[in-house]
């Protein structure tokens, strides 16, 4: 009997990517379940017909490399390639319902994909004409790429190298060492927030579809909406209530989740990012309600319901708000907006931003610097923070490692800030509206628009997915492409 052929390096990269393919096909055909709730929009089944049945038979001929072949361990870096490939593809082939609709150019189409799966929210999109269909896929999209686009597909490979994926991906939580058992408690924890969340949103006046919509944007922390004044439009308090718990849900960590589900509240609760989020409520949310009291002379109460909405909105990078136009609102509030959707959400959740576990980390830092320098030159310290109520040594080279991220985030943000106001945008416009973009919000200050010039568009674009992929794993992949290219070559 002959020995198996072995695939490796980049037969076995695009083999696997066959797979992923079939399966971003077979995603694109689940919004054509909601035309058996609304037969008015049979019409555009074949926007997605299409797409998905050309992905599902080119991703079949590329797994085809494959079959009935062993399979080697993928090179060094390939895993961080294989990844921007799979992020590259569910964004070229999810555009295209929107391009085949005739409504949107490529650039629209992709700017919408991007800001879909990254779950950022910023839109082109205008909802008030369009389809049930395609208000669907969008939110479809950020459920998607809020519980991880990796995580989801990764079930067409192998259990080890899948959560190696899922990890390289940029999810840091551990919740179970084996990826299957890891991907059915991801996806029970989220459907059942989705589940109560539609519930209760119905219970309190939305109608059922657009009660299953903004539960998935919110604890995807994705914010598409299915109204132009997005939660605003419903003017109910209870409605801001449900829809603030479900982003704050899918802002905090899983592990978090686990914890307080095993009720072990007090190692929840003194966990780093939780301490930190309360101190930054302690200060933001004074200071927008002031602002919001002063600017618009409502009283103290309704002041801080538009405040905590906006404040919540913001740290978990959900998009949604409640007050019509950020642009005449006053700057303090929007400067406050624009640290918040930097700082973001917490580390192992659908957030984007910095995330507060390295701002956290930062601080820290900097008061054990502080210390050092003020104690005896012979005293050694040791340096700890509280990780799910367990105290975690920090070693000088994590610390080093995260003002790094930090130092480069804040470098792209200047760089994407710099190219708008270039374009005639004041300085905090620019920022806001690419803080947003980078930290996967979906808030707008009245920049991102469908005539927005498309060399705008497509910074935002790379923002957005910049932002979801956290830098490293686009410079590692474009960095492993070009070594093999020049290797090639030589």
């Keep these: 009997m002959l020995p198996k052929k072995v695939v490796s390096g980049y037969p076995l990269l695009l083999g696997y990517l066959g797979y ?47 079959r009935g072949k062993e399979t080697a361990k993928l090179d060094r870096h390939q895993d961080i390639l294989l990844i921007f490939l799979i992020w590259i593809v569910a964004i070229f082939i999810s555009a295209f319902p929107f391009i085949l609709s005739g409504n949107y150019s490529f650039t629209q189409a992709i700017f919408e994909s991007t800001s879909g799966f990254s779950t950022t929210g910023l839109t082109v999109v205008d909802v008030s004409i369009t389809s049930k269909t395609f208000l669907f896929f969008r939110s479809l999209l950020q459920f998607i790429g809020g519980v991880g686009l990796v995580l989801v597909l990764t079930s067409a490979i192998s259990d080890k190298y899948g959560m190696k994926l899922y990890h390289a991906e940029g999810h840091n939580d551990k919740l179970l060492p084996n990826l299957a058992k890891s991907a059915r408690l991801i996806l029970s924890i989220y459907s059942i927030y989705i589940i109560a969340g539609s519930i209760l949103y119905t219970l309190f006046g939305m109608s059922f579809f657009d009660a299953i919509n903004h539960a998935i944007a919110s604890v995807s922390t994705g914010g598409f909406s299915t109204k132009v004044a997005s939660i605003g439009y419903y003017q109910s308090f209870p409605i801001e209530v449900i829809t603030m718990v479900l982003m704050l849900l899918g802002s905090t960590n ?24 309360i101190f930054i409520t302690l200060i933001f949310l004074p200071i927008i309600t002031l602002s919001f009291m ?43 907006v624009i640290i918040l959707m930097v700082i973001g959400g917490g580390i192992g959740s659908t957030s984007g931003g910095i995330k ?60 994407g800030t710099l190219i708008f106001n270039i374009y005639g945008y ?58 093999d290219l020049t290797k090639k070559k030589v």
């Design 426 to 483: 004041t300085l905090e416009e620019s920022l806001f509206e690419f803080a947003s973009a980078l930290g996967t919000v979906g808030l707008s200050i009245g920049v991102i628009s469908y005539n927005l010039v498309p060399v705008l568009l497509w910074v935002t674009t790379w923002g957005m997915l910049m932002g979801r992929l956290e830098f490293y794993i686009i410079i590692m992949a474009f960095s492993k492409l070009m070594i």
């Design 294 to 336: 002063q600017s618009t002379g409502d009283t103290f109460l309704y002041s801080l319901r538009l405040g905590m909405f906006q404040f919540v909105s913001s740290i978990t990078t959900t998009g949604f708000q409640t007050v019509d136009q950020f642009s005449g609102l006053p700057h303090i509030i929007n400067y406050s």
């Design 254 to 277: 899983l592990i978090i989740h686990l914890l307080i589900f095993k009720t072990k509240f007090k190692k929840a609760f003194h966990h780093i990012e939780v301490k930190f989020l």
């Design 356 to 415: 507060q576990y390295r701002v956290g980390l930062l601080l820290k830092n900097l008061f054990w610097n502080i210390r050092d320098k003020m104690s005896h030159q012979r005293t050694i310290h040791t340096n700890y923070i509280q990780k799910f109520g367990k105290d975690v040594e920090i070693a000088p080279e994590e610390a080093q490692n995260n003002q790094s991220f930090i130092l480069l985030y804040l470098l792209i943000l200047a760089f």
């Design 20 to 66: 992923f393919l079939m399966m971003i096909g077979m995603i694109i055909l689940i919004p054509l379940l909601i035309i058996l709730f609304y037969p008015e929009d049979a019409g555009e089944s074949k926007y997605f017909i299409i797409p998905g049945v050309v992905a599902i038979i080119i991703g079949y001929l590329l797994s085809l490399i494959l």
